[in-house]
């Protein structure tokens, strides 16, 4: 059993479903689907997102069922004690690693846009340390300040998709549905990673008051997500078009800067953007590493979630130094997501939801 002080509220669980997944994503996603299917891009992102919320009702069924055990709980009661915690370590690896991978992709694109004379370590450490002090603190003030944050966020987000309007040419758009059904196949897998943080739900139900409206919540976190991407999407091929979107690695940014606001008083706009994505990041990171350090506290067999943060946090970063560049880091990315991340979001999930169906335990609900 959890302490009532660490409960959190069914809002609280849609805004950390949310923060969690939007993250550097945002930045390059329009690129990455003109990549797969041009101009349909925003189409396959709308595909993805429904896809995501079927395996995000996946877990909230499981979740439901086993509402006190926890990720590794769950699956020492569905596959024994051994095997449960062998099918847990990939989870950790997946969290131990993609926040790393976060941290560099932040650090390399600070020094573009923010710091160009910083050296990266200078920019990671800070980041780091700052997310680990607060994944720290525990799942309560987690979401409380992923709350006091949410309204800036939602308040920015509108008006930058404001300004995207004003260099938008919807012409640009078209032709639509021009791409069959094995382009949009071939490029699924790049748009569902795109909502890569749900997985989260895995290690939190322990912590949610009302276990039965956790898909609800998610529900409309993803919706809004979808929502989000489908505007960035569509307003970078509005301005750029899909096939120049392709050559920028960084689009959303570049259509902020393309976009001249007659009147403006903020000389640079896509400052905006900067400092809303450091949040982005940061947000996502802290959640990332709270779900590390609750998985590793369980298949250690240890008290306190906390210190497994404190005794992986070199790891961490050692391992967000690999690759000499943003380009090995994305390869790197490409192959996290192809085994870890396809096991810890898909079918992980999946054969939990099928062994739960046919072992008589749980009843959570």
């Not at 780091?128 to 939602?154: C, D, K, Q, W």
């Not at 905006?272 to 949040?279: K, M």
Request: charged share 15%; net charge neutral.
């Amino acid at each position: 059993m959890q302490r009532g002080n660490d409960k959190i509220s069914t809002y609280q669980v849609g805004v950390l479903v949310y923060l969690t997944i939007l993250g550097v994503g945002i930045l390059t996603l329009p690129a990455s689907m003109a990549k797969e299917v041009e101009n349909d891009g925003w189409i396959l992102s709308i595909i993805a997102g429904i896809i995501c919320i079927g395996i995000v009702y996946i877990m909230c069924e499981v979740g439901e069922k086993f509402p006190q055990n926890g990720l590794v709980g769950t699956l020492k009661l569905l596959f024994g004690n051994i095997l449960g915690i062998i099918l847990a370590i990939p989870v950790f690896l997946y969290f131990l690693l993609f926040a790393a991978l976060e941290t560099r992709i932040f650090g390399e694109t600070a020094k573009i846009f923010l710091l160009n004379r910083t050296p990266l370590e200078m920019i990671m450490i800070p980041l780091i340390i700052l997310s680990v002090i607060l994944a720290r603190l525990g799942i309560e003030p987690i979401v409380r300040f992923f709350e006091a944050v949410t309204p800036v966020i939602a308040f920015v987000l509108v008006i930058l998709f404001l300004i995207g309007l004003v260099s938008s040419d919807f012409s640009n758009l078209k032709p639509i549905f021009s791409h069959d059904v094995l382009s949009f196949a071939k490029g699924i897998k790049s748009a569902l990673f795109a909502y890569a943080g749900f997985e989260a739900l895995l290690i939190i139900f322990p912590f949610i008051k009302e276990p039965n409206k956790a898909f609800k919540a998610s529900f409309v976190a993803i919706l809004l997500l979808i929502i989000a991407y489908v505007i960035t999407i569509i307003e970078c091929y509005a301005t750029f078009g899909s096939k120049l979107t392709q050559r920028f690695m960084y689009p959303t940014m570049s259509m902020i800067k393309a976009s001249d606001v007659p009147g403006a008083f903020i000389e640079r706009v896509e400052g905006i953007l900067e400092a809303l994505w450091v949040l982005f990041v940061y947000t996502s990171i802290v959640s990332l590493l709270y779900s590390l350090s609750v998985v590793g506290k369980d298949i250690l067999g240890h008290t306190e979630a906390k210190h497994i943060l404190i005794i992986f946090l070199p790891f961490i970063y050692l391992t967000s130094l690999i690759g000499e560049s943003i380009i090995d880091m994305m390869k790197y990315g490409d192959l996290l997501t192809n085994t870890l991340g396809i096991y810890t979001i898909f079918i992980l999930p999946i054969v939990m939801f099928i062994v739960s169906r046919f072992k008589k335990v749980g009843g959570g609900k």
